[in-house]
């Protein structure tokens, strides 16, 4: 028992100590890992002070940077500020330079207004003394003076009108003439062309007079069969060895005379013959006719037109006025139109084609109603010619409007061509007849005491009344007088009217 109570005691002692001893031990553990953890904690503690540092630093830097870039904007701004400040300044006194002249002329407006009104007020008290003075001179009553005031100062005006009408038109007409002259020159001096006057043929000649039986045939079956396929008559018993070619179609007896050329030289005349050369020979006319229009286009250096209208073109070969040939006059006016358009700065295809198609109504004329220029203008809309063709055509004898300078150019080209010493001609009966109407035009009117055509009818001179006629009316009368030629009289070129209105006073000493 006692063994046992030793033991124990030992034993216990022994759990002790190791409990003892197991405790230091963890004691050492637990310190030095608590020195560990401290050392840990320390290192965290200095890296975050560290990534604190930067972080600040960090942050200096964006801060520094975003205050830089602020700052640039700012002066920036100030300088886009400065600039719209110097910009405004610039047109404050732009705007006060203006408004200075503006506010001159208000203030001259002004003293004008007030001119104005005191010289109302004058002449109102001069018209009161007038009233006045007629009353009492004349002992009228206030109507019937008003009557004689108002036709007085009328009077009065209408001197005035005509004095400042006539200087403003003297001074235009002197502007225009040296500008136009100048122009017109140098387009005469560069288009000498020479211009032969062409005739349409209307005859044919014979071998000899039997050929007229074969062209007649049995019953007069050939010559009528020959009338009909043509649409022309035939004159054969008139003419020794020639038969004439009646008809007021040009085109239609140039084709007479190619069918009848073929068929008398052949010398088989039938009427089943004249269908197939007639055929034959208007294929070959329609190609002539092609040829000559486009001979016109490549001369002029115009881009192709659509056939039709150049077939016609071509027509204008066979047609003649006052013995000009209208395709040669055609051209002749392209050309001046090109110089005149040249001079003035125009658009040169227009002022040429414009002038090229300005008759091309006559080419169809004998066969439609109406003007030439009007046909001209309606063929030119229906091939889609621009505008400022169709106005130049309908409006180069002036039965439109013209709206473009083309047309103006074309009517001026059209006037040099057909005006040129040599390029027209006429009968002598019909040149007597012409001056006669024309003078018949200007004694029409009342107040003309005599009319003179002179210059070969291009210019009439007016002798007029003093008495009736007054300066304004004169010049209105000019007017009158040039519109109403215009309108009603066939001539070429064109007329000068000249009013004459002279006061003669006359005694005698004795």
Do not use: W
């Not at 007038?130 to 005006?157: C, D, G, P, W």
């Not at 001079?343 to 004329?365: F, P, R, T, W, Y």
């Not at 009319?451 to 209105?476: F, H, M, N, S, T």
Request: glycine letters at 4%; a negative charge.
């Amino acid at each position: 028992m006692t063994f046992d109570i030793q033991g124990l005691v030992a034993f216990l002692a022994m759990l002790i100590l190791g409990f003892a001893i197991g405790f230091v031990v963890r004691q050492y553990l637990g310190a030095g890992r608590l020195r560990a953890a401290e050392a840990q904690s320390h290192k965290i503690l200095e890296e975050a002070r560290t990534q604190k540092k930067e972080a600040l630093l960090e942050a200096e830097k964006e801060a520094l940077k975003l205050r830089k870039e602020a700052e640039e904007e700012m002066r920036r701004l100030r300088s886009d500020l400065r600039r719209q400040e110097e910009r405004l300044q610039r047109r404050q006194e732009q705007l006060d330079r203006r408004v200075e002249p503006l506010e001159a002329r208000e203030r001259k407006a002004e003293h004008k207004e007030r001119e104005l009104a005191k010289k109302e007020e004058d002449l109102e008290n001069l018209r009161r003394q007038k009233i006045q003075e007629l009353q009492r001179l004349a002992n009228l009553s206030q109507e019937e003076a008003k009557q004689l005031l108002l036709q007085s100062i009328e009077a009065e005006a209408r001197e005035d009108a005509a004095r400042v009408l006539r200087k403003d038109e003297e001074e235009t007409k002197e502007q225009a003439n040296s500008m136009s002259r100048e122009i017109l020159s140098t387009v005469m001096q560069r288009c000498a062309s020479e211009y032969v006057a062409e005739n349409t043929v209307s005859t044919v000649p014979l071998p000899s007079d039997e050929r007229k039986g074969r062209i007649i045939g049995k019953q007069g079956r050939n010559i009528r069969a020959l009338e009909n396929a043509l649409g022309v008559d035939l004159i054969i018993d008139d003419t020794p060895e020639a038969v004439t070619i009646s008809s007021f179609d040009p085109v239609r007896r140039e084709l007479a005379r190619m069918v009848l050329t073929r068929l008398i030289m052949d010398g088989r005349i039938q009427p089943a013959r004249i269908e197939r050369v007639v055929e034959k020979t208007q294929q070959e006319l329609d190609s002539v006719l092609m040829e000559e229009g486009e001979r016109a286009l490549y001369e002029l250096g115009l881009p192709p037109m659509h056939p039709e209208l150049v077939k016609l073109i071509g027509r204008l070969k066979y047609r003649t006025s006052y013995g000009q040939n209208q395709l040669e006059h055609a051209i002749e006016v392209a050309h001046i139109a090109s110089m005149l358009a040249a001079e003035l700065g125009v658009n040169l295809q227009l002022a040429k084609e414009a002038a090229l198609l300005h008759d091309i109504g006559k080419a169809v004329s004998h066969e439609v109603e109406g003007t030439h220029a009007q046909i001209g203008a309606d063929l030119a809309r229906k091939y889609g010619r621009p505008p400022q063709v169709i106005n130049a055509i309908a409006a180069h004898h002036h039965e439109e409007e013209q709206k473009y300078v083309e047309a103006v150019i074309a009517e001026i080209a059209d006037a040099i061509s057909g005006a040129r010493p040599g390029a027209r001609r006429e009968s002598l009966e019909s040149y007597l007849k012409r001056l006669k109407a024309l003078e018949e035009v200007a004694t029409s009117f009342p107040g003309v005491s005599e009319a003179y055509a002179i210059e070969a009818g291009r210019e009439i001179r007016i002798i007029v009344r003093p008495g009736e006629i007054d300066d304004l009316a004169a010049i209105r009368l000019s007017k009158e007088i040039a519109k109403k030629v215009q309108e009603t009289q066939e001539y070429p070129g064109q007329v000068k009217v000249t009013v004459i209105r002279e006061v003669r006073a006359m005694e005698y000493a004795k």
